[in-house]
Structure formats: structure tokens, C-alpha cells
């Protein structure tokens, strides 16, 4: 990953994280227990779906490009 890249990608979890706080009820975050359970509950529900599914539809356009050629 350049470094460009890593910066871009910081900023984008920055932002990510903040929503997930903004809609995290404050007694989940009460503990380390409980912000590592509302992280993974979170990121499992909102972010890892859409992350597969991207890299799913990246890869049928790759797929496609190889046969078509």
C-alpha cells in the first residue's frame, strides 16, 4: 500500500469511526469489553458486508475483462 493510500484509508476510518460512535449507545462503550463487542458488532453488520460485496463486483469486472479480450 503507498503511502498516499494509507493516509486516504486513515481518514476514511476516522470518518467511519465517528459514525459508528454517533450511533453507539453509551452504555456499550463503557468498557473495553464493551467497545470491542459494539466494534465488531458494527463492523460486521455495516462495514464487512459492504466491503465483500465491492470486492466481489471487483472481481466479476476483472473476470469479465480477461474472457472479453
Known sequence: M????????EAH?????????QNTPPE????FEGI???VRDQ???HVSPKI????????QERQKGKHGQ
Not at 2 to 9: S, V, Y
Open 2 to 9: 503507498t503511502p498516499e493510500d494509507k493516509k486516504r484509508l
Open 13 to 21: 476510518i476516522q470518518e467511519i469511526a465517528l459514525i459508528l460512535y
Open 28 to 31: 456499550k462503550i463503557e468498557t
Open 36 to 38: 470491542e463487542t459494539a
Open 43 to 45: 463492523v460486521l453488520e
Open 52 to 59: 465483500a460485496f465491492f470486492l466481489s463486483e471487483k472481481r
